[in-house]
């Protein structure tokens, strides 16, 4: 479970967090056997983990911050601001089982209860999104931006080529659209820029005869593409940052 939620935060963009173990409170249930079993597995399970870059996993002892019905282990990230958030989670629950009166029978044939463990990657998924878009000012990566790449026609005779171009972005897997409004060319880029497609791939005469696109990557001009170049190029960013199924 460290290992998924480390393998989410640096997809995510996150390298920079802190991890709490928070230790039994004053208040709490489950016997002292229970607690000390619970809080030493955590504490040698983190000492084993590493770090993004391979380094042992650093944590603080967070003594009586625990859940009462259990410790835990909480992941604070830190966004471009220095701020830090309270995301991944996981948590020793000595509760639920009790309540939900579950046994399960052990190697002596006898019934045992069993300890549950709760496990939050990122917390509220709306919060999360609003962190996101702090933290990269709104121009995510593009396998996660919700259009990853922009078909602006120069004119209306371009616009089959436009259209082409879209279908091999589709096929490809890659989130596109195409502004073919009676905007000015140069009103169309700047409302694809100002929506942070990360691509816009303007097409015109020169682009429609040499089957390519013109490239424009967060607002800076890559130059001209082959289309299937550009298309691979594009696909292979997103299937580097993609998560696992």
Not at 13 to 22: D, I, Q, R, W, Y
Not at 27 to 42: F, N, P, Q, V, Y
Not at 213 to 222: D, L, Y
């Amino acid at each position: 479970m460290i290992g998924f939620i480390l393998k989410v935060l640096k997809t995510f963009g996150f390298t920079k967090f802190e991890v709490n173990l928070s230790t039994r409170p004053e208040k709490s249930i489950g016997s002292d056997e229970m607690w000390e079993r619970a809080e030493s597995t955590l504490s040698r399970v983190l000492d084993a983990e590493k770090g993004p870059g391979g380094e042992p996993l650093a944590y603080v002892l967070n003594l009586g911050d625990g859940a009462f019905y259990g410790p835990k282990i909480d992941f604070h990230i830190r966004d471009v601001m220095g701020r830090t958030w309270q995301c991944g989670t996981i948590q020793v629950d000595f509760a639920m089982p009790e309540r939900l009166d579950i046994t399960y029978t052990g190697a002596d044939n006898e019934e045992h209860r069993p300890v549950m463990i709760h496990r939050a990657l990122l917390g509220s998924i709306e919060r999360f999104m609003g962190i996101l878009l702090e933290h990269y000012g709104g121009n995510l990566p593009t396998w996660l931006a919700p259009v990853q790449a922009l078909v602006i026609p120069i004119a209306d005779r371009h616009a089959a080529y436009g259209h082409e171009v879209l279908g091999a972005l589709h096929q490809a897997g890659i989130r596109a659209d195409l502004d073919d409004r009676g905007e000015s060319m140069g009103r169309r880029i700047r409302d694809g820029q100002l929506q942070k497609v990360p691509y816009l791939l303007v097409v015109g005469d020169k682009e429609q005869e040499s089957r390519e696109v013109a490239v424009r990557e967060r607002g800076e001009q890559k130059g001209s593409a082959l289309l299937a170049d550009a298309v691979t190029r594009i696909a292979a960013e997103i299937g580097e940052r993609r998560l696992p199924a």
